[in-house]
Nanobody, 123 residues
Framework: VQLQASGGGLVQAGGSLRLSCAAS????????MHWFRQAPGKEREFVAA????????YYADSVKGRFTISRDNAKSTVYLQMNSLKPEDTAVYYC?????????????????WGKGTQVTVSS
């Protein structure tokens, strides 16, 4: 499975962006899908996750209430809607597929990673 993330860019604080992650294979539907991010000088951290069915979602406390993860299995695509963006959201955002992971510590268990898309939030 190849993952291609897109939708990053430069936005002012308070603005919104929607990230997309397109998967190359129909087997996309069996995976939990995730977004992680890595800010300059920091370790990569968990942002959000969604089960294969899309019925359950999970978020890091830092983004809860502002970000929404969703998926369209017919299009083999997962999304991350980011609202009320803050400068501290600035990072490279990565999508990943694998067993459901709800924390930074289990990211090593991901089976597939996308290359990442840069999100920059100006103050």
């Amino acid at each position: 499975v190849q993952l291609q993330a897109s939708g990053g860019g430069l936005v002012q604080a308070g603005g919104s962006l929607r990230l997309s992650c397109a998967a190359s294979a129909r087997t996309f539907t069996i995976y939990g899908m995730h977004w992680f991010r890595q800010a300059p000088g920091k370790e990569r951290e968990f942002v959000a996750a969604i089960t294969w069915s899309g019925f359950s979602t999970y978020y890091a406390d830092s983004v809860k209430g502002r970000f929404t993860i969703s998926r369209d299995n017919a299009k083999s695509t997962v999304y991350l809607q980011m609202n009320s963006l803050k400068p501290e959201d600035t990072a490279v955002y990565y999508c990943a597929a694998g067993p459901l992971c709800r924390a930074t510590t289990c990211q090593e268990g991901m089976d597939y990673w996308g290359k990442g898309t840069q999100v920059t939030v100006s103050s």
